[in-house]
């Protein structure tokens, strides 16, 4: 059956570090991989997504890599704050045929606390 | 500025009731979804529409039922609320295309309904 992990269910890191968070996935082959933020008591919110031929997204502080062999995404947060806290979710995207194509499946998602 | 907003914040009914809940979109979106967040349990996926008056079940869809009569809107009904429906409701929306952004989800803010 298709699975999600992510690395750990919490990251503490003091703040200017980089954090690095992890999803691995099996038995999936999705076409795109996508990183969300959510904050407690709030929908998630998308930060990026990166495709099956890119290696690396950058956006400002965030960076995203993809290994389709390893079947494995990182999610680096460097210059880390302490508004950088919060839960950080993987979604392999683009998995199924026609209207399927669109459902995500989320990984549990990595408790990110920066701190000051 | 994309927003999909849900009817309630918090919610609080009766086992027994029937409930409703609704969300709506003003991006003009093909795809609107529903979710359930729980502890430990993640995201999870209960039914999904890619066009009007069509859904599909998603991971979860046992309990409830949803519908959808305009592009806009997508609610989510349960029969007969028990007390294994307290979670947090979560709505999104997406395109329908051929692009990455199709896959980008929107949430809204949440309903957190209690059953007792």
């Known amino acids: 059956s298709q699975k999600i992990e992510q690395n750990s269910e919490a990251l503490n890191i003091q703040e200017g570090k980089t954090a690095t968070l992890t999803c691995n996935y099996t038995n999936y082959s999705p076409a795109y991989l996508q990183w969300y933020r959510q904050d407690p008591g709030r929908g998630p919110v998308f930060l990026l997504l990166i495709r099956e031929n890119e290696k690396e997204k950058r956006k400002e502080r965030l960076k995203v890599t993809f290994d389709t062999t390893l079947k494995q995404s990182l999610f680096h947060i460097t210059a880390s704050q302490p508004a950088d806290s919060a839960t950080y979710l993987c979604?392999?995207?683009?998995?199924?045929?026609?209207?399927?194509?669109?459902?995500?499946?989320f990984g549990k998602g990595t408790l990110l606390t920066v701190n000051p | 500025d994309v927003k999909v907003t849900q009817s309630s914040r918090y919610l609080v009914k009766r086992t027994g009731e029937k409930v409703f809940l609704e969300c709506v979109q003003d991006m003009d979106h093909e795809n609107m979804f529903w979710y359930r967040q729980d502890p430990g349990l993640g995201l999870r996926l209960i039914y999904f529409?890619?066009?009007?008056?069509?859904?599909e079940k998603g991971d979860i869809p046992e309990g409830y039922s949803v519908s959808r009569e305009k592009k806009e809107r997508f609610s989510l009904i349960l029969e007969s609320a028990s007390t294994n429906q307290t979670s947090m409701y979560l709505c999104a929306s997406s395109l329908r295309g051929e692009t990455a952004a199709s896959y980008e989800q929107y949430f809204g803010p949440g309903t957190r309904l209690t059953v007792t």
């Open positions: 529409s890619y066009d009007v008056k069509m859904k």
């Open positions: 979604a392999p995207t683009g998995v199924g045929s026609g209207g399927s194509n669109y459902k995500l499946t």
